[in-house]
Every structure is written in C-alpha cells, then in structure tokens.
C-alpha cells in the first residue's frame, strides 16, 4: 500500500517529488455539473486554458498592498515562462470592485478573463431566490450568488502554470489552495 502511495503521490520527504494528494483526491472525488461547466466555458475563449489564476480575497477591505503584491507575484510567475507574448489571467474575487482594480493594472501585459455571473444567460441558480442571502454573510463571502464560487473555482483550477492569491494578510486561503492543488492534479496528467 505505501509503494502504491508513493508513486501516486509521490514521497513526502524528497524535495523534487511534490505529493498533491488534496488535488488528487479532488481531481476524482468532484467535478463540475453541466451547468457549472458550461459557465466555465463561456469565460474560456477557444476552450484555451488559462495560464495563471488570481484569486484576490478581500473581504471589503480596499487593501492597494494586497493588489500590488498580487501583481508582482503574476510579474514573477510571468518571468518564469519565459516568451509568452500575451498571456491568459483568470480573475477571481468575492469583492466586484477589486476585479475592476486589477483588471485595469493586468490588461497592460496580460489577457483578463473573469466570470461576470450578471452575463450569463444559462440558469444554474434554478428556483432558488438570490434575494435569500442573509446580509451579514455579504460581508464575509461578497455580494455574488453563492453558485459563482463553483464556477470561479473550476475556472480558476484551469490555470496551467500558477495559481496566485492575493489576499487580506490576515486572510486564510484555503480556497485558492484548494484551486492550485486541482489545477496541479489537471495539468500533470492523473
């Protein structure tokens, strides 16, 4: 059982064999319904995959520290791929005004692609009344229907080279780990 382990997730202890057993576990325990992958590919130009993924978790906080270090963090990754004339960001983000903050910074050397929810027109919602939303929880998770994580978040695990979050200091990131270890799980093959 330990060998087989091993080879699926590699070994812990050598620094070259990187084990992603959350992204493996994720890439066969869940995927996306018709309707969530139908939302993906609509962000998705010529079903191209993204290069980089930028989750940009701000909880109402206009933090221009946090957008800055976001952007050199995609400038660093950029330069570690070495001749891609323009490429793909996915953006996502529970505060619709930080989308507008790093879209209009990232557009100077990047392609910005962003599920915006108020543009597609197939019905993942259903019956399910978005006025419901208890208020006290738009503070925490943002003003966007609870379904749009889904999207954002396979979206986002599309990326093929890097997953950046670009978070509130005091913000965990769980979800943006969760995204890389799919997005790596995806793009080595398993």
Same mark, same amino acid.
Request: proline fraction near 5%; charge should be positive.
């Given at each position: 059982?330990?060998? %087989?382990? @091993? ?7 050598? &620094? !070259?064999?990187? /084990?992603?057993?959350?992204?493996? *576990? #994720? ?42 270090? %976001?952007? @050199? ?7 570690? &791929? !070495?001749?891609? /004339?323009?490429?793909?960001?996915? *953006? #996502? ?98």
């Amino acid at each position: 059982m330990r060998k %087989a382990a @091993s080879e699926l997730f590699g070994k812990p202890e050598l &620094l !070259h064999s990187r /084990p992603n057993v959350f992204g493996e *576990l #994720i890439n066969i325990l869940i995927s996306p319904s018709e309707s969530i992958e139908e939302a993906v590919d609509s962000v998705l130009p010529n079903a191209d995959d993204p290069d980089i993924s930028l989750h940009m978790r701000m909880l109402m906080n206009r933090s221009v520290r946090s957008a800055q270090a %976001a952007l @050199s963090c995609i400038k660093k990754a950029l330069q570690n &791929l !070495h001749g891609l /004339p323009r490429p793909k960001v996915v *953006l #996502i983000s529970d505060t619709p005004s930080s989308i507008d903050l790093m879209s209009s910074s990232l557009n100077e050397f990047a392609e910005v692609l962003h599920f915006d929810y108020k543009l597609f027109r197939g019905n993942i919602s259903g019956k399910i009344q978005e006025k419901q939303v208890l208020g006290f929880r738009i503070k925490d998770w943002g003003p966007t229907p609870r379904w749009v994580a889904f999207v954002d978040f396979f979206l986002a695990s599309r990326a093929k080279h890097a997953v950046i979050s670009g978070a509130h200091r005091r913000v965990g990131t769980t979800y943006a780990q969760l995204i890389a270890a799919l997005a790596a799980a995806r793009n080595l093959g398993t």
